[in-house]
């Protein structure tokens, strides 16, 4: 468990606990608190709530009651503020001991001068506690398909993140790969504008910002350093002297690519990205969408790293 992470100890006991439901190895008690631990790992304020009520019992006086009595068909009579209060192992207990006396009286030898009205009397009190066997297992069925509602919703977020997290790990390791071959300055600064991210305040973010925008001008001059003279890309003539950073890198794209949507795409989202951590210098800026922007700078050096080594291949294959 020391060398387990968080994450990792979430996605275990959340799986335990759909085979714990779904192939009933657990006793109510026992499944409450496995799920309380999950809950404090991974549940909201009201889940924690709603299994403690389950755990410890239902009263008027506890916030959320009335609310989950409804949910779990606990009320006998709402107006009357009659029902199950009990907790949900009082009511798997209840059950059982209800079974029983059932059963019992199924198998009472009657005689006598009273048979007919004992018979009768025997009769209404299964039927009795026929309803209320039926009444409780509903609560309970209710109650497990809650929590199993819960567990399923943790499991597949925690099972999505380690995929999506692992996918962009691996990512990641080939575009700080690319950076490093073709743009080793680049790489250097990247720990930098995290740094800055991460002590927040306006001074930091606009540090972080302009930090962001020299990557995008460092990157330009290392895939497609500065040139005399001018590129025709669609009719237009770019400049790619030292100052066009944006025209040498749409240059360098256009190159390596022949999909027009793709060129047009990755030409404005550069623009974009460029404009806004130029912008961004002088204006406000959350931590959020500058943590954003950092990313999204990353993931377009990835982008157009990539197109060079898909030229290479083909150019291989060729």
């Not at 709402?78 to 949900?88: I, R, V």
């Not at 039927?127 to 409780?136: D, G, N």
Request: charged share 25%; hydrophobic share 40%.
């Amino acid at each position: 468990m020391a060398t387990e992470s968080e994450s990792d100890h979430i996605l275990f006991l959340s799986r335990e606990l759909l085979d714990d439901i779904e192939l009933q190895r657990l006793e109510a008690d026992k499944l409450l608190l496995k799920c309380s631990r999950l809950a404090r790992l991974a549940g909201t304020d009201e889940i924690k709530q709603w299994i403690k009520l389950e755990i410890e019992g239902y009263s008027t006086s506890k916030q959320l009651s009335d609310y989950y009595m409804s949910r779990t068909g606990r009320w006998s009579n709402f107006e009357e503020q009659t029902g199950y209060w009990g907790p949900l192992a009082q009511i798997e207990e209840n059950i059982r001991v209800q079974r029983q006396r059932i059963d019992v009286s199924k198998v009472e030898s009657l005689s006598g001068d009273g048979l007919i009205g004992a018979m009768r009397m025997n009769r209404d009190a299964q039927q009795a506690l026929a309803k209320s066997i039926s009444s409780m297992v509903a609560i309970r069925s209710r109650v497990l398909n809650m929590l199993h509602t819960f567990v399923v919703s943790v499991y597949y977020e925690r099972e999505f993140a380690k995929v999506a997290e692992s996918t962009f790990e691996q990512y990641k390791k080939d575009v700080d790969a690319l950076i490093a071959a073709h743009a080793g300055d680049v790489l250097e600064k990247l720990p930098s504008v995290v740094a800055r991210l991460r002590e927040g305040g306006d001074e930091a973010i606009s540090q972080a910002l302009t930090t962001c925008r020299r990557i995008i001008d460092s990157f330009a001059d290392a895939i497609y350093p500065p040139q005399t003279g001018s590129y025709n890309l669609g009719g237009n003539d770019l400049s790619l002297d030292a100052s066009k950073h944006q025209n040498r890198i749409n240059v360098y794209v256009a190159e390596r690519t022949e999909s027009k949507s793709r060129r047009i795409r990755i030409r404005q989202n550069l623009a974009n990205l460029y404009d806004r951590v130029s912008t961004g210098v002088h204006t406000d800026v959350t931590t959020e969408e500058a943590f954003s922007l950092f990313l999204n700078v990353y993931l377009f050096l990835g982008e157009v790293l990539h197109l060079g080594e898909a030229k290479k291949k083909e150019t291989a294959v060729a």
